[in-house]
């Protein structure tokens, strides 16, 4: 797939903006050039918009939906995500390994942008890289990027800003809220990768998280939609290779393995000054993870859902 991950989001984000009118998104061009689209702040962006933004964070190759589930024996929706080319769409395109600070604006930078800019360590040990003509990123913010966030990000891709498109949500939005917890799958691919677990080894994913509560405020928005991943998530991985190394790292893989958990992701975020990134990492998983080995049969299923503390997050 190498070579592609810009350009099939591109062709994704310009059915978005074809249909800006239906999906309830605003976009609109900076002095540079650059396209931004409010999915979220100051428009009513739903659904729909939600479901586009999490493919286009995964560089369209993989099917995102919501479907039927329940809580605690109380119907809820949930999201499902599936893709036969995990390391791509997740890994390379999905994760928001991009902190993105321009004076006052911060925004955790995720889409295929990443593997133009190739800032993370990630790139180079996955031995990855594109030089698009064309690019396209997903901010999780609650406020709109200027012409000095796009010139840093056209610096990074060394792609001209009439060039770039980005796409901005809040998690206190509809389609924010759906973006943030389409990220089951990665989630566990991330940890199999700091792991040192070889990401190659998986054939195919699939995963489903509760779709949390649309927030009132972007901070609770946070919580409740990392809750959504870390104590509601369940992934499955089809991997081939021997069972004795996923016996033995899959206890690490589900959240609960972190010595934070039991906490509300608030709480957790509060304690890290409110930065991400000063997280213990081994706490961004799924709550349950399940590795089918294609070569022995052989099923091994690790973690434990929380009902109750979803619950208390959620305000149910």
């Not at 939600?50 to 479907?67: Q, S």
């Not at 599936?82 to 390391?87: E, F, I, K, M």
């Not at 980005?166 to 389409?182: D, F, H, M, R």
Request: charged share 20%.
């Amino acid at each position: 797939m190498s070579g592609v991950l810009n350009e099939r989001a591109c062709q994704l984000t310009e059915q978005l903006l074809a249909r800006s009118g239906e999906l309830k998104v605003f976009p609109h061009a900076l002095d540079n050039g650059a396209i931004v689209v409010d999915c979220g702040i100051e428009t009513p962006a739903g659904i729909q918009a939600g479901l586009l933004l999490a493919r286009i964070c995964m560089a369209d190759l993989g099917e995102v939906k919501l479907v039927s589930g329940e809580l605690d024996g109380q119907p809820l929706p949930y999201l499902q995500v599936q893709t036969d080319h995990a390391v791509e769409s997740c890994l390379l395109s999905q994760y928001a390994g991009w902190k993105i600070n321009v004076g006052k604006f911060f925004a955790m930078g995720s889409g295929p942008m990443r593997a133009a800019a190739e800032v993370e360590d990630l790139y180079r040990i996955l031995a990855f890289g594109e030089s698009p003509e064309k690019t396209v990123g997903v901010l999780e913010s609650n406020t709109l990027p200027d012409v000095n966030v796009v010139e840093k990000i056209a610096q990074s891709t060394g792609v001209d800003p009439k060039n770039i498109m980005l796409l901005v949500a809040p998690t206190s939005s509809i389609a924010g809220n759906i973006q943030v917890i389409a990220r089951s799958v990665e989630t566990a691919m991330h940890k199999l990768f700091e792991s040192k677990f070889d990401v190659h080894r998986v054939q195919a994913s699939f995963g489903t998280a509760p779709l949390a509560p649309v927030a009132k405020d972007h901070l609770t928005g946070i919580g409740r939609t990392n809750d959504a991943i870390l104590y509601g998530s369940a992934v499955t991985l089809w991997v081939v290779g021997d069972d004795e190394s996923l016996q033995e790292i899959g206890p690490s893989l589900p959240s609960c393995s972190a010595a934070c958990y039991g906490k509300p992701f608030l709480d957790v975020f509060a304690e890290a000054n409110h930065d991400f990134y000063e997280i213990d990492p081994s706490f961004f998983s799924p709550a349950v993870v399940t590795l089918q080995n294609l070569e022995t049969g052989n099923v091994f299923r690790f973690g434990e859902m929380n009902p109750d503390l979803l619950k208390q997050s959620f305000g149910l």
